[in-house]
Nanobody, 124 residues
Framework: VQLQASGGGLVQAGGSLRLSCAVSGRTFRNYDMGWFRQAPGKEREFAAA???????AYAQSVKGRFTISRDNDRNTVYLQMNSLKPEDTAVYYC???????????????????WGRGTLVTVSS
């Protein structure tokens, strides 16, 4: 399974971006997907996740501003980010896991596959 994240860039505070993560393989619909982010000098943290049954989870810091979705026909998971803040600046990574336990959705060590990140920079 290979993951390719894209869609990062420079945006002003209050703006929006949509990240995409394209996943190789025919069984994408069976994978649970997560978005994590790592700001400069900080540890990687959970942002959002969506299970194969489309149940979702969000970090409190992004709830109400970010929306995760998936298109199983396109083997792609999306992260729509609105009302961006400078503290959202980070490298964003997508991750995949089959059969993740709901209680583990926010743990990066629960995921088996990772893509290379895409940088999001939010200017004030």
């Amino acid at each position: 399974v290979q993951l390719q994240a894209s869609g990062g860039g420079l945006v002003q505070a209050g703006g929006s971006l949509r990240l995409s993560c394209a996943v190789s393989g025919r069984t994408f619909r069976n994978y649970d997907m997560g978005w994590f982010r790592q700001a400069p000098g900080k540890e990687r943290e959970f942002a959002a996740a969506i299970k194969s049954n489309r149940d979702t989870a969000y970090a409190q810091s992004v709830k109400g501003r970010f929306t995760i979705s998936r298109d199983n026909d396109r083997n792609t998971v999306y992260l729509q980010m609105n009302s961006l803040k400078p503290e959202d600046t980070a490298v964003y990574y997508c991750a995949a896991k089959r059969g993740i336990i709901t209680s583990s959705m926010q743990r990066d060590d629960a995921y088996d596959y990772w893509g290379r990140g895409t940088l999001v920079t939010v200017s004030s």
